[in-house]
């Protein structure tokens, strides 16, 4: 499985985003995350998508941001509303492979076994 990230950009304070993780392969069978890295600080998770249609989300990002998976595109998406400098950062997606990690670790880099090349986005104030 390979993943392409995209949709990201430079926002004011408020605004919306929407970045696209589009996967060579059938999304449906994979937990699909998104992860983010600001500067000078480890990489954090932000929300994923698991295989059986359940979401999960950091408390930061929680009922801003919604995940989503479009299985026909083998896409995965992450809506990002009322954005705040907080959360400038180089986001990433990775990819959960069967055998699935167990679900304690969704918020674990280890679960992923298949990441993206990252797209930046830049909130102003």
């Known amino acids: 499985v390979q993943l392409q990230a995209s949709g990201g950009g430079m926002v004011q304070a408020g605004d919306s985003l929407r970045l696209s993780c589009a996967a060579s392969?059938?999304?449906?069978?994979?937990?699909m995350a998104w992860f983010r890295r600001a500067p000078g600080k480890e990489r954090e998770f932000v929300s994923v998508?698991?295989?059986?249609?359940?979401?999960i989300y950091a408390d930061s990002v929680k009922g801003r941001f919604t995940i989503s998976r479009d299985n026909a595109k083998n896409t995965v998406y992450l809506q990002m509303n009322s954005l705040k400098p907080d959360d400038t950062a180089v986001y990433y997606c990775?990819?959960?492979?069967?055998?699935?990690?167990?679900?304690?670790?969704?918020?674990?880099?280890?679960?992923?076994?298949?990441w993206g090349q990252g797209t930046q986005v830049t909130v102003s104030s």
């Open positions: 990775a990819a959960d492979l069967p055998p699935y990690s167990i679900l304690s670790t969704y918020n674990s880099e280890t679960a992923y076994d298949v």
């Open positions: 998508f698991r295989w059986n249609g359940n979401s």
């Open positions: 392969d059938r999304t449906f069978m994979l937990n």
